[in-house]
């Protein structure tokens, strides 16, 4: 059978041991849509992790078939600017194949570079984005955006011409998928409780760095794939140029890891573990471009720089410019992948065929690399621009406040939890977001139920009189009100604007007479009965109670089910026990 294949490729001009090479780099590379999912689904809220699951999963689904028809076709089709389509990709294009490799194999390989070019603004525009119009923008960036960019680099246009060295993607890849990041995330605004009203940042904790960790480890292993096998041979001097890209990768993520560790170790007096995870990325990105022309010590050099650019970079997007970047991908592909494409012009050795200018080469290779980075620059960012803008102003780019609040799980796919055994919790966002952090956000009320009158849409099962009690003591009245948990800043401002300053807010479960509206799991119905509600509760004795009823019902009313219950119950004694005051007394202002 050995001899027979050896046979076979040697009529057809094929090299076997390439073409397992380019095909081996495939998997792997395709591989890579498992370990973005992971690193982008644990750096966010459990509520989005099915939704951010899914866009992953159609990044890839809905270029591949793109890719082939179009975008191989303007990337690989002759042409300086834009490649000439001669059709869907087959083998009239089969001169674009390196040596020894068949046609489809190479195609399959670009396949799967273009799906990682869309995949990065996914994390960027986490928690946010219409599922519609995310799906929209990963077909025209694989359609148009991708190839003709990527035409100049790798398909024979004029910045090939030049000289422009990048060998596997820090920039027509990684920058282009950052640069369209920043775009969208700036266009889209920042989640909801992400800044205060001063314009401070507020932290808001991925639900798992387990998750973040498993991605990021199969990213590093399948970047071997995306780098090693770049070289599309495994025959000649290439087979030595495997081995040193391997090691000037595989050395540039180990140190920028370590120098991210040390900078956190430093600046915040704790090695910060998220930030570690992203420096593991952000020294691939930086060493994708020069990874077969630099030598070891330089790759070493290049990975301390990006080690010390993501944390500056992430700090820098997230609190000055304002722009929320939920897993850091604007920091990872955009600035790293700007800095990969500078690295080459400064420390190439001249195995692209120009040495750098610290390497004794001059700044030749360096002004060609910096021109190729500001033309990829602008022409992602132009188009990108025009694509954001033009969904935000037609269908819609941003997910309504109410379907942000509650998760993009449940309002977009019908999935209560993408963790079934486990109880949703309340977002520390959705405890402290303001009304001005939602200004710039639609309000949009999806529910088809029909509006009933407010007297029947917020039921009071009792409540007490004000009257005080038979020895001449104030009355005091425990109001437990269940709401929506979209609706708790509309009803703490609501009781903070009748003096009503004491809260006690419960994350819970439940249903009323409805037992929850039903959703579907593949075609079953899913009898929901069980709902994600806020209990506040609230004792008070110079209030009047109805005051309180009035002013939860105001607050609270949609007309729609589910706007919740008021409870109300007497109370026989308070205790403050720092003073040991008890009665009116325990529940009065120092």
């Given at each position: 059978?050995?001899?027979?294949?050896t046979?076979?490729a040697?009529s057809?001009?094929?090299?076997?041991?390439?073409?397992?090479?380019?095909?081996?780099?495939?998997?792997?590379?395709?591989?890579?849509?498992?370990?973005?999912?992971?690193?982008e689904?644990?750096f966010?809220?459990?509520?989005n992790?099915?939704n951010?699951?899914?866009?992953?999963?159609?990044?890839?689904?809905?270029g591949?078939?793109?890719?082939?028809?179009?975008?191989f076709?303007?990337?690989f089709?002759?042409?300086k600017?834009?490649g000439?389509?001669?059709?869907?990709?087959?083998?009239t294009?089969a001169?674009?194949?390196?040596?020894?490799?068949?046609?489809?194999a190479?195609?399959?390989?670009?396949?799967?570079?273009?799906?990682?070019?869309?995949?990065?603004?996914s994390?960027?525009?986490a928690?946010?984005?219409?599922?519609i119009?995310?799906?929209?923008?990963?077909?025209?960036?694989?359609?148009l955006?991708?190839p003709?960019?990527?035409?100049?680099?790798?398909?024979?246009?004029?910045?090939?011409?030049?000289?422009?060295?990048?060998?596997a993607?820090?920039?027509?890849?990684?920058?282009?998928?950052?640069?369209?990041?920043?775009?969208g995330?700036?266009?889209l605004?920042?989640?909801?409780?992400?800044?205060?009203?001063?314009?401070?940042?507020?932290?808001?904790?991925?639900h798992s760095?387990?998750?973040?960790?498993?991605?990021?480890?199969?990213?590093?292993?399948?970047?071997?794939?995306?780098?090693?096998?770049?070289t599309?041979?495994?025959?000649?001097?290439?087979?030595?140029?495997?081995?040193?890209?391997f090691?000037?990768t595989?050395?540039?993520?180990?140190?920028?890891t370590?120098?991210?560790?040390?900078?956190?170790w430093?600046?915040?007096?704790?090695?910060d573990?998220?930030?570690?995870?992203?420096?593991?990325?952000?020294?691939?990105?930086a060493?994708?471009?020069?990874c077969?022309?630099?030598?070891?010590?330089?790759?070493?050099?290049?990975?301390?720089?990006?080690?010390?650019?993501?944390?500056?970079?992430?700090?820098?997007?997230?609190?000055?410019?304002?722009?929320?970047?939920?897993?850091?991908?604007?920091?990872?592909?955009?600035?790293?992948?700007?800095w990969?494409?500078i690295?080459?012009?400064?420390?190439?050795d001249?195995?692209?065929?120009?040495?750098?200018?610290?390497?004794?080469?001059g700044a030749?290779?360096l002004g060609?690399?910096?021109?190729?980075?500001?033309?990829?620059?602008?022409?992602v960012a132009?188009?990108?621009?025009i694509?954001?803008?033009?969904i935000?102003?037609?269908?819609?780019?941003?997910?309504?406040?109410?379907?942000?609040i509650?998760?993009?799980?449940?309002?977009?796919?019908?999935?209560?939890?993408s963790?079934a055994?486990?109880?949703?919790?309340?977002?520390?966002?959705?405890?402290s977001?303001?009304?001005?952090d939602?200004?710039?956000?639609?309000?949009v009320?999806?529910?088809?139920e029909?509006?009933?009158?407010?007297?029947?849409?917020?039921?009071?099962?009792?409540?007490a009189?004000?009257?005080?009690?038979?020895?001449?003591?104030?009355?005091?009245?425990?109001?437990?009100?269940?709401?929506?948990?979209?609706?708790?800043?509309?009803?703490?401002t609501?009781l903070?604007?009748?003096?009503?300053?004491?809260?006690?807010?419960?994350?819970?479960?439940?249903?009323?007479?409805?037992?929850?509206?039903?959703?579907?799991?593949?075609?079953?119905?899913?009898e929901t009965?069980?709902?994600?509600?806020?209990?506040?509760?609230?004792?008070?004795?110079?209030?009047?109670?109805?005051?309180?009823?009035?002013?939860?019902?105001?607050?609270?009313?949609?007309?729609?089910?589910?706007?919740?219950?008021?409870?109300?119950?007497?109370?026989?004694?308070?205790?403050?026990i720092?003073?040991?005051?008890?009665g009116?007394?325990?529940l009065?202002?120092?």
């Amino acid at each position: 059978m050995t001899n027979t294949v050896t046979v076979l490729a040697e009529s057809t001009g094929f090299s076997a041991v390439n073409t397992i090479w380019v095909l081996l780099g495939a998997a792997l590379v395709f591989f890579m849509q498992a370990g973005f999912a992971m690193v982008e689904t644990g750096f966010t809220r459990a509520k989005n992790a099915g939704n951010i699951i899914m866009k992953n999963l159609m990044d890839f689904c809905i270029g591949t078939p793109l890719f082939w028809l179009f975008g191989f076709g303007l990337m690989f089709g002759d042409g300086k600017f834009i490649g000439a389509y001669k059709g869907i990709a087959d083998s009239t294009y089969a001169s674009a194949a390196p040596d020894g490799v068949p046609f489809f194999a190479f195609l399959i390989f670009q396949t799967v570079f273009c799906a990682t070019a869309a995949t990065i603004v996914s994390g960027a525009m986490a928690e946010r984005t219409k599922f519609i119009s995310y799906c929209i923008y990963s077909a025209i960036i694989s359609l148009l955006v991708y190839p003709i960019e990527a035409h100049w680099i790798w398909g024979g246009g004029w910045l090939a011409d030049l000289g422009f060295h990048d060998f596997a993607g820090s920039t027509c890849v990684h920058m282009a998928g950052g640069v369209a990041a920043f775009v969208g995330a700036a266009i889209l605004g920042p989640r909801i409780g992400k800044y205060d009203k001063n314009g401070k940042a507020k932290a808001i904790p991925g639900h798992s760095l387990t998750l973040g960790a498993l991605g990021c480890f199969i990213l590093w292993f399948c970047w071997f794939g995306f780098n090693g096998a770049s070289t599309t041979s495994m025959e000649g001097d290439a087979i030595p140029l495997a081995g040193k890209v391997f090691v000037t990768t595989n050395l540039a993520a180990a140190v920028a890891t370590i120098t991210t560790m040390i900078f956190t170790w430093i600046k915040y007096k704790k090695p910060d573990v998220s930030m570690t995870l992203n420096a593991s990325l952000a020294g691939l990105v930086a060493i994708t471009a020069p990874c077969d022309t630099v030598s070891p010590v330089s790759a070493a050099i290049i990975g301390i720089v990006a080690g010390i650019l993501v944390v500056v970079g992430v700090e820098f997007i997230d609190q000055v410019l304002k722009i929320d970047d939920p897993v850091g991908a604007c920091g990872v592909h955009m600035l790293n992948g700007m800095w990969g494409t500078i690295a080459v012009g400064l420390f190439s050795d001249g195995t692209c065929g120009e040495k750098g200018l610290f390497t004794g080469g001059g700044a030749h290779l360096l002004g060609i690399q910096l021109l190729g980075m500001v033309s990829v620059i602008a022409w992602v960012a132009i188009t990108m621009t025009i694509v954001f803008q033009i969904i935000k102003h037609t269908i819609g780019l941003r997910a309504s406040e109410q379907e942000e609040i509650l998760g993009l799980d449940v309002t977009e796919h019908g999935l209560v939890s993408s963790y079934a055994d486990f109880a949703p919790a309340m977002s520390q966002a959705m405890l402290s977001y303001t009304k001005d952090d939602a200004k710039s956000v639609v309000k949009v009320d999806k529910s088809t139920e029909p509006v009933v009158p407010v007297e029947k849409a917020i039921k009071v099962e009792s409540y007490a009189t004000d009257a005080p009690s038979a020895d001449g003591t104030p009355k005091m009245t425990k109001v437990a009100i269940i709401c929506k948990q979209q609706k708790l800043n509309d009803l703490i401002t609501a009781l903070e604007n009748i003096d009503v300053t004491g809260v006690t807010v419960t994350n819970v479960l439940g249903c009323g007479m409805q037992k929850g509206q039903p959703e579907y799991y593949r075609g079953a119905v899913v009898e929901t009965n069980l709902l994600p509600k806020v209990k506040v509760e609230v004792v008070i004795c110079k209030v009047p109670t109805r005051a309180v009823i009035d002013a939860a019902k105001a607050a609270l009313y949609t007309g729609h089910i589910g706007d919740g219950k008021i409870f109300v119950y007497n109370i026989e004694n308070v205790v403050k026990i720092r003073t040991n005051e008890e009665g009116y007394d325990a529940l009065q202002d120092d």
